[in-house]
Every structure is written in C-alpha cells, then in structure tokens.
T-cell receptor
Framework: AQSVSQHNHHVILSEAASLELGCNYS??????LFWYVQYPGQHLQLLLK??????LVKGIKGFEAEFIKSKFSFNLRKPSVQWSDTAEYFC???????????FGTGTRLQVTL | DVKVTQSSRYLVKRTGEKVFLECVQD?????MFWYRQDPGLGLRLIYF???????EKGDIPEGYSVSREKKERFSLILESASTNQTSMYLC?????????????FGPGTRLTVT
C-alpha cells in the first residue's frame, strides 16, 4: 500500500530561522504530491502541489517544495519563518484511483518570538 | 470560493448511541471524503464517494457507514458509538476527472464519546 512518511513530528524554531520539513512517499508510479497546513482552529488548506514539470514548486505564504524523484522526497521549505507559521503541516500523495489522498502523520511547527 | 460545511463543531455522545455527522459542499464536486484526524496518526480515510449513491471503503471503515443521497451532501454514520471513536472528523470534497485533484476541507467535528 502507498505510504507517506513525515519524520519530524514536532519542530520548534525561532522567528527568521529557515525551515525544512521532510516528506517521503512510497509510490513508484505517477506521483502527485501536496502539502497542506492546518493553523490553530482553522480548516486544513492547501499550501502547494506538484503534478509534473518543474520539480521546484512555489506555494502560498513564501513556502516552496522540491520533488526529488530519486530520493522519493518532497520536502517543504521556507527561508525565514514567522510566528504566524505556527501550525501543523501535512504531506499527502494522490493514490492511483478516485482522487484519494494518503496523508503523512503531520509535523507540528512551533515558531517562537 | 469553495465551501465545505459540517453540521457541528463539537459533539458529545454516549457509548452505544447512533451518531450522524453531516457534510455539505457548495461547488458541485463529484468526490466527497470522510477522514478522522488523531494526534500522531495524521488523517486517515474512512469512506469516500465519487457519485451520488456510490461509496467506497477507505482505510478504516470499521464501525462506520456513509450515505450520499444528494450530490452536495455526504453523511457519516456511527452505528453504535464507542469511546475509541472519539476523534476529530474532517469532511472534504474535490472535482473529478483530469486536472487538479485538490481536496477542500470543512472545519471538522470534534466528537467525544463518553
């Protein structure tokens, strides 16, 4: 079965620090990958997605992710985090059929002032 | 703007009760999904539906059933609630076919079973 792994469960950073959250997927076929974010008390919302083309994908709020096929990875990055980036981040992979998503276990990011 | 609404933000039920969670989307999406979200486990798919009256089991369907009588509405049913079903339940919807497969999520229902 397809799986998505997020190895960082809880990350604490100071404001202005750089961020990289790891995501690895297992599916070897056509890959469609997503990062979602859940701010405290809010809906899960899409940060960015990769379907094909340029492996460096830019999303909202200054986030980007790089698809590296050889490493089965899709890590999320931001050069300088803000306190408002405190949230839970989920990586997800589209499975082969019916638009189903497989989610990772999530990474809780805490940004301190 | 896509809107996915869920009938309750918070719900407290007793063990053995039948529980209905309702989800409505307003963007004419074909696909609808029910997930449960638990700390350290991420989101796990319970059931999904790709058309009216069509449904498929997800990864953890045991103890749940669903109903989709109208395109915009997808209900999750806990036939006999148990304490291990205490969780956050998220509904989502998406378009079908080629193109973007982004799922749009509702605000969630936090269910406590006592």
């Amino acid at each position: 079965a397809q799986s998505v792994s997020q190895h960082n469960h809880h990350v604490i950073l100071s404001e202005a620090a750089s961020l990289e959250l790891g995501c690895n997927y297992s599916y070897g076929g056509t890959v469609n990958l997503f990062w979602y974010v859940q701010y405290p008390g809010q809906h899960l919302q899409l940060l960015l997605k990769y379907f094909s083309g340029d492996p460096l994908v830019k999303g909202i709020k200054g986030f980007e992710a790089e698809f590296i096929k050889s490493k089965f990875s899709f890590n999320l990055r931001k050069p300088s985090v803000q306190w408002s980036d405190t949230a839970e981040y989920f990586c997800a992979s589209l499975t082969g059929t019916a638009s189903k998503l497989t989610f990772g276990t999530g990474t809780r990011l805490q940004v301190t002032l | 703007d896509v809107k996915v609404t869920q009938s309750s933000r918070y719900l407290v039920k007793r063990t053995g009760e039948k529980v209905f969670l309702e989800c409505v989307q307003d963007m004419d999406h074909e696909n609808m999904f029910w997930y449960r979200q638990d700390p350290g486990l991420g989101l796990r798919l319970i059931y999904f539906s790709y058309d009216v009256k069509m449904k498929e089991k997800g990864d953890i369907p045991e103890g749940y059933s669903v109903s989709r009588e109208k395109k915009e509405r997808f209900s999750l049913i806990l036939e006999s609630a148990s304490t291990n079903q205490t969780s956050m339940y998220l509904c989502a919807s998406s378009l079908s076919g080629t193109g973007t497969y982004e799922q749009y999520f509702g605000p969630g229902t936090r269910l406590t079973v006592t």
